[in-house]
T-cell receptor, first 112, second 114 residues
Framework: AQSVSQHNHHVILSEAASLELGCNYS??????LFWYVQYPGQHLQLLLK??????LVKGIKGFEAEFIKSKFSFNLRKPSVQWSDTAEYFC??????????FGDGTTLTVKP | DTGVSQDPRHKITKRGQNVTFRCDPI?????LYWYRQTLGQGPEFLTY????????KSRLLSDRFSAERPKGSFSTLEIQRTEQGDSAMYLC????????????FGDGTRLSIL
């Protein structure tokens, strides 16, 4: 069965701190990996994605993620967070049959 | 890009009633997904369509749930004989036709069962 695990349910950081959110997935075949973000009062939107090529992918607003196949991981990073990064972050995988599985999300609170 | 539109935004109904939700995807997107999300959880996959064909359906979906996309454009999700446990946010998303394409989400329909 396909599953996604996000290790941190709630992360609280001060502005300018570095961020790393963990994501591990379980699936035996080829996967397409995504991070989505949901800002307060808004709908889910894409932050970044990986499906092939360079395992280090860059997304919007200075976010990046690294796909490590041997660890089944796709961790999200940002070197210096801002107050406006306060949001909920979801890791997701889509297999080649089109089925998508999301993690339970990590709520990030950035203190000014 | 006018975005994914869902209607209604909120639905309150009594247990045992039937409800139907509508989703209008981004016009050039041929894939359409339905999810259910409860507090503290991520979106839970229910089903998806490629054009008008329903290609994948979660085993978690009971016989009370049905989805259609008759002309490959808008979709409806119907829940029959609603139960308390059906209270959730129902999300719709659309994408271009490959698995690596990102999904574009609507604002969701919040269902409350009295």
């Amino acid at each position: 069965a396909q599953s996604v695990s996000q290790h941190n349910h709630h992360v609280i950081l001060s502005e300018a701190a570095s961020l790393e959110l963990g994501c591990n997935y379980s699936y035996g075949g080829t996967v397409n990996l995504f991070w989505y973000v949901q800002y307060p009062g808004q709908h889910l939107q894409l932050l970044l994605k990986y499906f092939s090529g360079d395992p280090l992918v860059k997304g919007i607003k200075g976010f990046e993620a690294e796909f490590i196949k041997s660890k089944f991981s796709f961790n999200l990073r940002k070197p210096s967070v801002q107050w406006s990064d306060t949001a909920e972050y979801f890791c997701a995988v889509t297999n080649n049959a089109g089925k998508s599985t999301f993690g339970d999300g990590t709520t990030l609170t950035v203190k000014p | 890009d006018t975005g994914v539109s869902q209607d209604p935004r909120h639905k309150i109904t009594k247990r045992g009633q039937n409800v139907t939700f509508r989703c209008d995807p981004i016009s050039e997107h041929n894939r359409l997904y339905w999810y259910r999300q409860t507090l503290g959880q991520g979106p839970e996959f229910l089903t998806y369509f490629q054009n008008e064909a329903q290609l994948e359906k979660s085993r978690l979906l009971s016989d009370r749930f049905s989805a259609e996309r008759p002309k490959g454009s808008f979709s409806t999700l119907e829940i029959q004989r609603t139960e308390q446990g059906d209270s959730a946010m129902y999300l719709c998303a659309s994408s271009m036709g490959q698995e690596y394409q990102p999904q574009h989400f609507g604002d969701g329909t919040r269902l409350s069962i009295l």
